[in-house]
């Protein structure tokens, strides 16, 4: 095992580009999807069917885990990775977002974000220090700078103050990693700046000069549309060094991952492939399917007979039908499952599509594919 | 395989049992446990945990399915083994017991049961030919009789009354049973009579004379309480033949497990290893354990590091903990994974202690390790 953190970029075709990142807990095949683990459980999920599904790298969340279990915990039981069962690399999201976006009362000062905890009322201080501070006690492998979070849509002026406020948070938090993180961790700096392309290169460039192991784009899916979003990414990933991975938070459905790794987007995460599933909603290579439809009730074929995944391959759409109208644990665990195996299947074809000079065309027949049916 | 149903008594240890019923869908060792799968699932798990967990066969429920998703659906879908993914033998309630103690409203007449929908207020008519026809439709290997399942306490006039009616119950669901059922399926009668000795007695006579291929013991942990199952069970097994099997209904605890099957039981199931799991309590070797409790916050060690189940060995308590307090669904899998495990390793540990002639001793060593902590 190596004992540090070295991205590679094996190959590209277009924009695209197949990398791969080394870390002391193993490697990281990109472009990646990170399923989303934030409470410390990938929800309905054993960890082992996170790993077979494919997935390299999980995330973790500050704002969750400093509520409840908390850093300190975590750390006295020998860090994240041992408590919840994963050997592999975890990338831990600074909190900036879950402030904005859960917490009942906020205040972002200089200093950092006051917020009251969604379960309990208390009151908490974050700052970049003490966010990189618990991030080095869950012992996260990538860690995050906070950034402060704004809604969409945001004035330029507000868009700019907050987006000054993340960088000079960016270099607090840069001097807190060097002070307290082990060999082999790295810190990404967050690229923010809403729809403003202005903004988004002033805000690259600023954390392109602190030379940061890697860079993300954040505040981006928070309801700018699908085209603002590629409008934005395409105004920022320019700005950005070829030979460090970009990482779009929060992103997405299965087509957007398609159009951000055709822009050169190497990493992602987000909630859409076990939230959709506790839901009733499935992923495949013919599109959505709802298994809350009637029209599924008698079906006795399986979502995917050439899945590797056994609860897309093993199940008839008519059982799933069943328990998710029945509400049955059982469904969320089954399409959970089906969507993140799913989510890793697309990013290996995706892969292999770069490696073998093909993404374009890769691309346009599995979105045509993808949009063809709808159930 | 077989194509028969046949049950063959092994070995005796006092009133203790080793047998093992052979089924067209495969053997099923006695004393055995039954995981309950309600509406077509074991709760939280995959149907091939629970068999490697060590269960033989499971059980199904009349109620649940014939309003959700409907027998004719089933049947058309292949029937129940096929529909949720069970190869092995399927036992099912015949739906008076949830017509009790779910339906809003009920009438009882010599007919059968009216009652309305606990999920939609829909009215249904449920008589001992039409929970034969739905078990049957269902597929199920081992099927029981309608009968009428009354309260506690109950006088003795009124279990009198019930208890006479399941009977002419029984005579009509073998009827119907003779008249729909595949060769190899097996219809149970169920003695009724409250804690009445003599209306114990006289149903069992009554069922005995019908010779039927096997005999349930209903109406208990109804609220009568430890002691007056444990009189009633033995005012009634003297009552049954030695050369078929027993089934205590909706039975119980480890305790009662061990208890019960000193006496003669050969056959159980109930909810509480999967709906106490979900609840965030784990059946162990040394007791029950609420992971609720403050004092598992910080215990890295596993509820059972000898268990056979990854969940009682791999996972610690501290993150089981966690998981019960965030209500994440993972802590609801893990657990009623441990305790249907546990329930399986209770029921092989009492076959090999009758095998080997030192039940007596066995339960009583168990009986004082499971009640020497509480946690």
New interface residues.
Partial sequence: MSTGFQFTLLTTDGAARRGEIATPRGRIRTPAFMPVGT???V????PEQVRDAGADIILGNVYHLML??GAE?VA???GLHS???WKGPILTDSGGFQVMSLSQIRKITEEGATFQSHLDGSRHLLTPERSIEIQCLLGADIQMQLDECIEHPAEHREAERAMELSLRWAKRSQVAFERLSKPGQALFGIVQGSVYEDLRRRSAEALVAMDLPGYAVGGLAVGEGHEAMLRTLEATLPHLPTVKPRYLMGVGTPEDLIEAVARGVDMFDCVMPTRNGRHGLAFTWDGRINLKNAKH??D?SPLDPQSTCPAAR???R??LH??V??G???G??LLSWVNTAFYQDLMAAMRLAIEEGRFASWAEATKARMGRTTS
């Fill in positions: 409470v410390g459980t929800k309905a999920l054993y409840r279990p915990r006295r039981l020998g408590f919840m069962r009730a008698e006795t093993d199940y008839s008519a059982y069943h328990l109208k029945s049955e644990m059982l969320s665990m």
